[in-house]
């Protein structure tokens, strides 16, 4: 396959991160190394936006996908979308239709990303610093 367009190379990056993903998951799973704490809850005792996706990533590999949720919708969001994306692209691919669907795709997920996002960070803080609830 010829990489043509943004949307070719796009494709073959998200496969690429997936393998490398798989990769660190192997060598994590082996013991070969160990994720650390969170340097900006250390450091500011706030959560940052990204605060939980670790949990989220290795409840998701476990099966917990409430839990993976509860600790951070991103991981479970942006999964989805990488599949959905990956689907459409095939599609897209595979009946020579046009790229503007897929490019309507990408902006609207990324705009629920990033909702998202934000009000994971604003939520979680409220939940920390008003009434005292850690969200494990």
């Known amino acids: ?8 190379y796009l494709a073959v990056s998200i496969l690429s991160t997936i393998a490398i993903i798989c990769i660190c998951i192997a060598l994590f799973l082996m013991g070969a190394f160990r994720i650390p704490g969170c340097i900006f809850y250390t450091k500011f005792h706030i959560y940052c936006p990204a605060c939980g996706a670790t949990r989220a990533f290795i409840h998701l590999l476990n099966g917990n996908v409430w839990q993976s949720i509860i600790s951070n919708p991103m991981v479970f969001y942006l999964i989805l979308v990488v599949i ?8 897209i691919k595979l009946k020579n239709k046009k790229e503007e669907t897929i490019t309507k795709y990408c902006k609207i997920s990324f705009y629920i990303g990033i909702f998202l996002i934000l009000a994971n960070f604003i939520i979680r ?5 008003v009434y005292n609830i850690h969200i494990a």
């Open 84 to 91: 959905i994306y990956l689907v459409l692209y095939a599609y």
């Open 1 to 8: 396959m010829k990489i043509k367009t943004y949307h070719d």
């Open 125 to 129: 803080n409220v939940l920390l610093h």
